[in-house]
């Protein structure tokens, strides 16, 4: 997993509540369990006109003009402006994989659906909750004919934009494993010396576990 740095990306308006996995990647496409590829099929069946399969050329669907990952403005963002309860729904990790594919690298939301939550930490999404008033206002300041730009500081804690400053809490070490690229392997890789130790100690003690 990449360690999260301090970035500079564009704020993306979804303006739907309880978006549910299902919709952030359709069952369809969880045909492997790679992390990567699912990104141009996020959200598939609102950016899409047509229904979407596996293998099919993207590039030769009908696109949804009117769905806001298809506005010149947002092709770019890196940050994802939701509502309540975001990634409802299964418990498919194939949800945060799709967004981190994409390019999304935060999602801005007042809730999130606690398994949802839980997985985007793992795989080096960053869910952030802010009250209700806050995501509100920058839904306004993300409509404009210029897209919000924002940086996000997970060190300092602070979101930044030409509007001020926000601050949010995260967990401390969801944070640590963030910025340090932890994911559960890595975390696991960290105790290596000791688990080889454990290990050795174990084949002298009950040698009978480790016959071939």
């Known amino acids: ?21 299902d919709a952030i990647i ?9 992390r990567s590829g699912f990104g141009p ?14 293998g099919m050329d993207n590039s ?12 010149p403005r947002y092709q770019a963002a890196q940050i994802l402006l939701a509502r309540e309860n975001f990634g409802c729904g299964s418990s498919r990790e194939h949800a945060p994989w799709a967004l981190e594919d994409y390019g999304f690298k935060v999602i801005l939301a007042p809730s999130f659906a606690d398994i949802f939550f839980n997985n985007s930490f793992k795989n080096g999404l960053l869910p952030i909750v802010l009250k209700e008033e806050i995501i509100d206002d920058l ?15 997970l ?3 602070l979101l930044t934009t030409d509007h ?8 401390a070490f969801r944070k640590h494993c963030l910025l340090n690229g932890l994911d559960d ?27 071939e």
């Not at 359709?26 to 790679?34: A, G, N, R, T, Y």
């Not at 598939?44 to 047509?50: G, I, N, S, T």
């Not at 001020?164 to 967990?171: A, K, L, N, R, Y």
């Open 1 to 21: 997993m990449d360690k999260f740095n301090t970035f500079t990306g564009i704020v993306c308006p979804l303006d739907r509540s309880n978006v549910d996995t």
């Open 26 to 34: 359709p069952k369809q496409f969880l045909k492997s369990i790679k």
């Open 41 to 54: 099929n996020l959200f598939d069946e609102w950016r899409y006109l047509d229904h979407g399969e596996p």
């Open 60 to 71: 030769k669907r009908t696109v949804n003009p009117d769905f806001v990952l298809n506005d």
């Open 139 to 153: 839904f306004r300041q993300s409509t404009d004919e210029e897209p919000l730009e924002m940086t996000v500081n």
């Open 155 to 157: 060190l300092d804690q």
């Open 164 to 171: 001020g400053q926000i601050p949010f809490e995260v967990d």
């Open 185 to 211: 392997i890595g975390l696991t890789l960290q105790h290596v010396d000791d688990i080889k130790a454990y290990e050795t100690r174990r084949r002298v003690e009950a040698p009978w576990l480790f016959t």
